[in-house]
């Protein structure tokens, strides 16, 4: 089994930033890929961005060029930098990790964006 425990998400004025954290423990010598998702609320999730073992990574439309997905593997730690915020971007989000067979997701964390 894999655990995510994430921090970070909080309260920003549009054109801010955050930076979200996600921890992994457990069984991380298995897991092939990482990400972040979203959901706002009446909106289902979304893929925010993700990357795999190999380093690629993939972000969506909505939120290239602004947020920067980033790994320490040394602290078994991804991390999400989110710059120019966006009111749009208000939602609870999400980490994952993908390994064979099953995905796991942390427990959530809010960012909302409002001035």
């Known amino acids: 089994q894999v655990q995510l425990v994430e921090s970070g998400g909080g309260f920003v004025q549009p054109g801010g930033s955050l930076r979200l954290s996600c921890v992994a423990s457990?069984?991380?010598?298995?897991?092939?890929?990482m990400g972040w998702y979203r959901q706002a609320p009446g909106n289902q999730r979304e893929l925010v961005a993700t990357c795999t073992s190999d380093g690629t990574a993939n972000y969506a439309d909505s939120v290239k060029g602004r947020f920067t997905f980033s790994r320490d593997n040394a602290k078994n730690t991804m991390y999400l930098q989110m710059d120019s915020l966006k009111p749009e971007d208000t939602a609870v989000y999400y980490c994952r990790a993908d390994i064979p067979g099953r995905g796991y997701w942390g427990q959530g964390t809010q960012v909302t964006v409002s001035s």
């Open positions: 457990g069984s991380i010598f298995s897991i092939y890929r």
